[in-house]
């Protein structure tokens, strides 16, 4: 019998002889090579389980999620607050040229005692700085001692430290890049209540009294100035809180009949504003994609999610480095604290929240940053405990949890991803109620798809492409000067060496 063996268009191949219907089988098998049928034709008559594009670059964005959000109707969000008649000295920034460092005539005008210089004169006592160096364990100022100088940090790290009741030494205060110290020395001499060590290699620049006192020149006026300045803040100190607010005048108590006190709050004259700031994209799809290739996934709907999550990681960077309202850049001078040391330890997350003691809500920092910190228990022997929070582990530090977030940039000295770098933490006090830190967005703008963002169509032009314009409008606020406190330049790529006994 001749077997005819047929394409699938009916186009004879092969005529086969064959005796039976075995060998017509084993003949058509061999001529194919195959026992079944592929995988790859069966994959062609069959349904495939098909996910959403995947995005590593999504992160949970925990930021978004612990702020509560208010509604800003107008689009500009003011904050009132009562006046600060004393405001906290920023730091003080320092040039570099040519391998020399000087301090800018207008800057020393940030330093409270010397507000009143004018233009020539600041420029003159700049003139006179010296820069010196330090190293570790220097002791440039000394509790009992006098000194005549006056020092700006420009590189390094020192430590204050005064004498406990047992004359133990007790931490006042890390000194680091910016800040000043010794300024009392330039107006008298009296022995000093601290001690200050160079905790690291040290750069700073100093002036002495007589040199001071040379840049002031042979002018009595502009000495009179000085001393009235001096006279000034020493008396409004007396009035005034810790964060240079007036008290207010109150009487207690009900001894004979005392005169009760009149007082007023003042308010800024010029509060900060807070203007909403959009995120914007417009996303492209050509309408034969979205025409013809819509199941199972609808491509529009694809393009609009994947789209839409790199606006909500956008905010959260922004609400975090924005310099005109993120909250990196609107820590307050005095709320800005320094590591003894290079990692993040159970005392530094500590005295953050003596500064936010205030309802402190939650710390804020970058996953490494978290790592680091949790090394540093572990070598202490007090590991964090976890709660739960939006069915996700937190771990936490005082019943506070720490939130990680990667917008809060490693700053690597190496430029590698995994390298070593430093970066902040940030504990923070959220909501108007209790003065602390809130998200600002506007509900109900055209087009909104969901809170504070828009989609809007913008029309298909002649090659058949469609448009879509995105719009994220965002912002936040700090109510409080102490309603945020930062931890800056901790170290996230140190490790301990630990030595294990084998059993």
Not at 172 to 196: H, M, Q, R, W
Not at 225 to 252: C, K, M, P, Y
Not at 299 to 321: A, M, P, S, V
Request: aromatic letters at 8%; a negative charge; hydrophobic letters at 35%.
């Amino acid at each position: 019998m001749v077997t005819r063996i047929l394409t699938s268009e009916g186009r004879q191949i092969q005529d086969v002889q064959s005796q039976s219907s075995e060998e017509r089988v084993a003949v058509t098998d061999g001529y194919k090579g195959l026992q079944s049928v592929t995988k790859e034709a069966a994959r062609n008559l069959s349904v495939t389980n098909n996910t959403p594009a995947q995005v590593s670059g999504i992160t949970p964005r925990w930021l978004l999620h612990f702020l509560p959000w208010v509604q800003v109707q107008t689009g500009t969000y003011r904050v009132n607050r009562t006046k600060v008649v004393l405001k906290p000295s920023p730091k003080i920034s320092v040039q570099y040229n040519n391998g020399f460092t000087a301090v800018e005539p207008e800057n020393l005008r940030d330093v409270p005692l010397l507000n009143p210089l004018g233009g020539g004169e600041s420029l003159a006592i700049a003139n006179q700085f010296q820069a010196e160096h330090f190293s570790v364990g220097v002791t440039p100022i000394i509790a009992g001692e006098s000194s005549d100088k006056f020092y700006i940090v420009v590189q390094g790290k020192l430590e204050a430290t005064v004498h406990g009741d047992q004359g133990e030494q007790l931490r006042a205060s890390v000194i680091s890049e910016g800040d000043y110290f010794g300024e009392e020395n330039l107006y008298e001499d009296a022995p000093s209540s601290v001690t200050i060590r160079a905790l690291t290699p040290v750069d700073v620049l100093s002036i002495s009294r007589a040199s001071f006192e040379q840049g002031l020149g042979q002018s009595s006026e502009l000495q009179e100035r000085f001393q009235q300045t001096i006279r000034d803040r020493q008396q409004l100190a007396t009035f005034l809180n810790q964060f240079g607010e007036e008290r207010v005048a109150l009487s207690a108590g009900h001894q004979g009949e005392a005169e009760i006190p009149t007082s007023y709050i003042d308010y800024e004259e010029e509060p900060r504003e807070y203007e909403l700031s959009p995120i914007q994209s417009v996303l492209r799809i050509h309408t034969r994609v979205s025409d013809l290739y819509n199941d199972p996934i609808d491509q529009l709907r694809e393009q609009l999610r994947l789209t839409i999550e790199g606006l909500k990681e956008q905010q959260e960077w922004e609400l975090i480095n924005n310099p005109s309202f993120g909250l990196l850049h609107n820590v307050a001078p005095a709320m800005r604290l320094k590591p003894r040391y290079g990692p993040p330890t159970p005392d530094d997350l500590d005295d953050l929240i003596a500064r936010v003691w205030k309802k402190p809500a939650f710390f804020l920092a970058h996953p490494r940053a978290i790592a680091a910190f949790e090394r540093e228990c572990t070598r202490r022997g007090v590991p964090p405990a976890t709660v739960n929070l939006f069915g996700s582990p937190f771990l936490t530090w005082r019943g506070i949890p720490l939130v990680p977030c990667d917008k809060l940039e490693v700053k690597d000295r190496t430029n590698k991803p995994n390298g070593p770098g430093k970066t902040n933490i940030l504990l923070v006090r959220v909501g108007e109620k209790d003065q602390g830190i809130v998200g600002l967005h506007q509900i109900g703008i055209p087009g909104e798809h969901l809170p504070g963002l828009s989609v809007r169509f913008m029309g298909i032009d002649t090659q058949a492409i469609s448009s879509y314009l995105l719009s994220l409008y965002s912002s936040c606020a700090v109510l409080t000067d102490d309603a945020i406190s930062s931890l800056e330049n901790v170290e996230v790529g140190y490790y301990h060496e630990y030595t294990y006994t084998q059993v």
